[in-house]
């Protein structure tokens, strides 16, 4: 049998569309999963009748694999990175390629280029944007790391990004963390992108005292213009969306959002090097202040706001 062109570990959506996506685009994937049972469930259900092929073990997997090997992972970003990279490193040689393409931090991936590379082997953080349809139908890849790498994964990664004009969504970010560098970034736009949006729908909501259906409208007209973008575009779909009371949605929906850390970490660094970036900053205070306003309730009698339980320093720091 043919080795595989590369290895992908962990199969949940994510992992499995990416697997999905290389197998289309002509590279023979070995999947495998630390809980082995979802190998078997994916060949048999997902992956049938294509290329992909199963491993059991790590030792399996990577005896199955092309020289120099690459390994993706797409795990839970901290210690099962690491400890994938324990288990590997013994089973892998100096021109080996490990890839992330997991939410890590950046700062994490610098690490462990460093101390891969002290071992020969080398190491690419990757950012993988576009979610579980991008994964399966083309994603932004942004791979970073040991340089050494990037000519023996371009091909697969250029291959199954999405293409604009012709042009991948991929290329080399540089060196150690710099792939999940972006990808924090990246992600840290999207906060100041969507803060920009709360605040133009508060202006025209109470200041304008605009209907919804005149917001989607000004929405709309201006996803023709050079505000033309995914989040504009959603923005007019959900101030139409309309409940099986058949009244708007969005009205009752609580005024809240949480956060995962991206826009966080891009703000701190944004401190430490010096570079104003206020607009994010101001995104992740705004969804701050949204989920303290969530602790607070309305006493109905008087229609005074009151906290509803004082919080402790530590209880605030949350995120
Ligand atoms: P699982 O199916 O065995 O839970 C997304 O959660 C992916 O990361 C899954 O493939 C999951 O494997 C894997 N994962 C999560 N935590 C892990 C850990 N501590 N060690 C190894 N894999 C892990």
Same mark, same amino acid.
């Given at each position: ?20 996506? &290389? ?17 078997? !469930? ?9 290329? /992909? ?7 399996? $997997? ?9 390994? =993706? &992972? ?19 040689? *100096? ?28 190491? /690419? ?16 890849? $942004? ?40 990808? =924090? ?8 992108? $969507? ?8 202006? &025209?909501?109470? /200041? ?6 005149? &917001? ?7 996803? +023709? ?14 101030? +139409? ?58 006493? *109905? !009698?008087?229609? !005074? ?15």
């Amino acid at each position: 049998m043919a080795q595989a062109d590369i290895a992908l570990i962990g199969l949940a959506v994510m992992g499995q569309n990416l697997v999905l996506n &290389m197998n289309d685009h002509g590279f023979v994937v070995c999947a495998f999963n630390r809980t082995v049972s979802k190998v078997d !469930s994916f060949l048999a259900n997902e992956a049938k009748g294509t290329q /992909v092929v199963g491993a059991h073990s790590l030792q399996e $997997m990577v005896s199955k694999l092309k020289k120099p090997r690459r390994v =993706m &992972m797409l795990v839970k970003a901290g210690q099962a990175v690491d400890d994938f990279i324990n288990q590997l490193i013994p089973l892998l040689e *100096p021109g080996d390629i490990i890839i992330d393409g997991g939410n890590s931090e950046y700062r994490d991936s610098t690490r462990r280029c460093k101390d891969l590379k002290a071992r020969g082997i080398l190491f /690419v953080g990757s950012g993988v944007s576009g979610g579980e349809d991008g994964a399966r139908y083309g994603p932004s890849l $942004m791979p970073g790391g040991d340089p050494a790498a990037w000519p023996h994964i371009k091909p697969i990664f250029q291959s199954i990004a999405a293409q604009v004009e012709g042009e991948p969504c991929c290329d080399w970010v540089g060196e150690e963390g710099a792939g999940h560098f972006v990808k =924090m970034v990246h992600n840290g736009i999207e906060y100041g992108d $969507m803060q920009l949006i709360c605040e133009a729908y508060h202006l &025209m909501k109470d /200041v304008l005292c605009m209907e919804q259906d005149e &917001m989607a409208k000004a929405f709309e007209d201006w996803n +023709k213009t050079e505000l033309d973008s995914f989040l504009i575009e959603i923005t007019a779909d959900i101030l +139409k969306f309309r409940d099986t009371d058949s009244k708007h949605l969005l009205p009752k929906i609580r005024d809240t959002a949480g956060q995962k850390g991206t826009g966080k970490w891009t703000a701190i660094s944004a401190l430490e090097f010096g570079i104003p970036v206020t607009l994010i900053g101001e995104a992740v205070f705004a969804r701050c202040l949204s989920s303290l306003k969530e602790e607070r309730i309305v006493h *109905p !009698s008087t229609n !005074s706001c009151h906290s509803s339980r004082r919080r402790t320093p530590s209880e605030l720091r949350t995120h």
